[in-house]
């Protein structure tokens, strides 16, 4: 009776976590950037700045074998195996998801991505949850071979792995599959901002920004006005919260750090408020734009000129006391504007690409390499 017990309990153990897992992997690996900006966050936090460059592969290696990982789980292949690996990985997210809620705080630990919100401690419970469950779930099987794989279980392991790994590395190369972000095709950013304020035009205009960030070295937090150009550094310096003075409501800051800007001031709502279309070519580091993304700009630019239409390029490289103006492969210059990295990462999921804006809505998103004009 006791066995019986203990092997539906394992069963019902076994699904519900499968089924978390993979859903789990899946919101994280159809948008590696957001995945790789949580663990530069954690690395910045415990003092490993020196691994930020891996944080991409580590992205799309952490949520490849999570959505891996369940799909085992949720077809009995190896289970045994499985569930050490789970168990490893959980007691370590358990410990670190109360350090975040304690100790070393963080605003969102990412376990869902962009389509689930938990707060530390939610996650932490969350994690609570399911830490037990795996346990009955190795328990059940612990007298199962580790490795003693048969031919169906080899083939559908290396099914599960190329699936879930191709599916982080496609989205890294291309563009998130699902677009769990405000900035998604359809959106009017004018509007978003002045319904989050909830106020008018003229009053939205007057209101003071400050700009919170963590130094990325010490962790102390600073706090700085939207004209100044320092926390533009993003080696230096990581976005925490943006405050709105002299309202009386607070504001989603996901939106309303939205801001564009140059030497000669900001110019964010007379590019989200123009009609027809504006082309917003999106940069992060200009020396990284290959020869063939250049071409494809310089395709962008000469569309917009054939169409009367804006084009602009946005940058959160810093950009010096003068209006810089930028060639790609012999185009007519582009007018260039700061906006914050995070905000760009935010918006498009891309080291360099293209944003179109028709009447003020994201018509279309494209990665660089998808660019065909």
């Given amino acids: 009776m006791a066995s019986r017990k203990l092997k539906i309990a394992s069963h019902i153990c076994r699904v519900v976590v499968g089924l978390t897992f993979v859903f789990s992997g899946f919101v994280k690996a159809v948008d590696p950037w957001g995945t790789a900006l949580r663990?530069?966050?954690?690395?910045?936090?415990?003092g490993f700045e020196e691994l930020r460059p891996y944080s991409m592969i580590f992205s799309i290696w952490l949520c490849g074998a999570e959505l891996m990982m369940g799909l085992m789980l949720m077809f009995k292949v190896r289970t045994r195996l499985v569930s050490?690996?789970?168990l490893i990985s959980m007691s370590f997210f358990t410990v670190l998801t109360f350090l975040s809620a304690t100790w070393i705080p963080v605003e969102d630990c990412g376990c869902f991505g962009d389509a689930l919100k938990l707060t530390p401690w939610e996650t932490f419970f969350k994690n609570l949850i399911?830490?037990?469950?795996?346990?009955?779930?190795w328990y059940r099987h612990?007298?199962?071979r580790i490795l003693d794989f048969k031919r169906w279980e080899v083939a559908l392991a290396a099914v599960f792995c190329t699936f879930a790994m191709g599916v982080g590395t496609y989205c890294y190369y291309n563009l998130p599959l699902i677009d769990f972000l405000p900035y998604k095709k359809g959106a009017n950013i004018y509007r978003m901002i002045t319904s989050q304020h909830n106020t008018g035009e003229e009053e939205m205009e007057t209101?003071?920004?400050?700009?919170?960030?963590?130094?990325r070295r010490t962790g102390r937090l600073r706090e700085f006005s939207i004209d100044d150009k320092e926390w533009q550094n993003e080696d230096k310096w990581e976005w925490v919260e943006t405050r709105v003075d002299n309202e009386v409501s607070a504001i989603h800051t996901l939106v309303s750090e939205f801001s564009i800007s140059d030497a000669e001031g900001n110019v964010t709502y007379d590019i989200l408020r123009r009609e027809g279309y504006v082309y917003m070519i999106c940069v992060t580091t200009f020396d990284n734009v290959s020869d063939k993304c250049a071409e494809r700009l310089r395709g962008v630019v000469d569309r917009a000129?054939?169409?009367?239409?804006?084009?602009?390029c946005l940058?959160?490289?810093p950009l010096g006391s003068e209006v810089v103006y930028h060639s790609f492969a012999g185009s007519s210059e582009v007018r260039c504007y700061n906006i914050d990295a995070t905000v760009m990462k935010t918006m498009l999921r891309a080291e360099t690409g293209l944003v179109v804006l028709n009447n003020g809505v994201i018509e279309e998103k494209y990665n660089c390499r998808n660019i065909e004009f």
């Fill in 39 to 46: 663990v530069n966050e954690y690395l910045s936090i415990y």
């Fill in 130 to 137: 399911i830490l037990p469950m795996v346990f009955i779930i």
């Fill in 315 to 317: 940058t959160p490289q």
């Fill in 207 to 215: 209101e003071e920004y400050v700009l919170v960030y963590r130094n």
């Fill in 142 to 144: 612990r007298v199962q």
């Fill in 305 to 312: 000129e054939e169409q009367g239409a804006t084009v602009i």
């Fill in 84 to 86: 050490i690996f789970a």
